[in-house]
C-alpha cells in the first residue's frame, strides 16, 4: 500500500479532532496529543506548497465590489460562477449564498484553498461551491456561466485566448481593477467606491 500526503484540509480536521480541554492537555496522553497536532502541523506547513509561484499575491476584493460585480452579471440560481485565483473564496460563497448559484474557485496556493473551503463550511454553501488547487490557465473552465478575475492587466491579456476558445457564447466575464486594454472592450465599466469593474459577454461565434 503506498502512502497519501494529507491535504491541508484533512490535516486541519485532524489538527481540530485532536484538540483538547486544558485540564486534559495536562495529562501523559494529553502531552502525546499535542505532540501530534504538532506534527500534523509541521507536515501541513510542508505539504502546503503551491505546485508554482502564484501568478500575484492575494489581495481580497472588498464585499462592495463583490457584489458590484456578481450584480452586473445578473447572477441567478441558474448560474455556475468560476472565480480564477479565488483567493479566499468570498466571491463563489457570495453567489452560492445570496442567490443560490453554483460555484467553482481555483488557485494555485493550496493555502489560499484550504482557507476558501473553511470559509464555505463556515457559510454552510459546500453543497453549492467546491475550491481546486490548479493551475487557472490549464483548467477547464468551459461549464461557466459567469467568470470572475482579479488578475493582473498582463494576466487578463494572457488568459483572454481560453476564455475566447472555452466558454460559451453569452457567457459573462467580470474584471475587479483591471481590463482587456484595447484586445476587447468592456461593454460596461462600473465606479464602485473608487474601484473598477469591467463587464463583458462572450460573443457569438
Known amino acids: 500500500m503506498c502512502a497519501r500526503r494529507l491535504s491541508p484540509l484533512v490535516v486541519l480536521v485532524i489538527v481540530s479532532s485532536l484538540a483538547a480541554p486544558s485540564s486534559f492537555a495536562a495529562s501523559g496522553a494529553g502531552r502525546d496529543r499535542a505532540a501530534a497536532v504538532r506534527a500534523a502541523t509541521q507536515a501541513a506547513t510542508q505539504n502546503a506548497a ?9 489581495v481580497p476584493t472588498p464585499e462592495e465590489v463583490v457584489d458590484a460585480m456578481l ?36 488557485d494555485i496556493d493550496p493555502q489560499r484553498i484550504a482557507e476558501a473551503t473553511a470559509n464555505a463550511q463556515k457559510e454552510g454553501v459546500t453543497n453549492r461551491v467546491t475550491f481546486r488547487q490548479a493551475d487557472l490557465f490549464t483548467s477547464d473552465i468551459g461549464e461557466a456561466t459567469v467568470v470572475t478575475l482579479y488578475l493582473l492587466p498582463s494576466l487578463n491579456l494572457k488568459l ?14 467580470v474584471s475587479h481593477a483591471f481590463d482587456m486594454g484595447d484586445e476587447w472592450p468592456p461593454e460596461q465599466t462600473l465606479d464602485v467606491d473608487g474601484r473598477k469593474v469591467y463587464y463583458w459577454t462572450i460573443p457569438k461565434r
Open 50 to 58: 503551491p505546485t508554482r509561484t502564484p501568478d500575484v499575491i492575494f
Open 160 to 173: 483572454l485566448p481560453k476564455l475566447m476558445k472555452e466558454l460559451k457564447p453569452g457567457t459573462r466575464v
Open 71 to 106: 450584480k452586473v452579471a445578473n447572477v441567478t440560481s441558474r448560474d455556475v460562477v468560476y472565480d480564477l485565483g479565488c483567493g479566499d473564496g468570498r466571491i463563489v460563497i457570495t453567489a452560492a449564498k445570496k442567490y443560490g448559484a453554483r460555484g467553482v474557485g481555483i
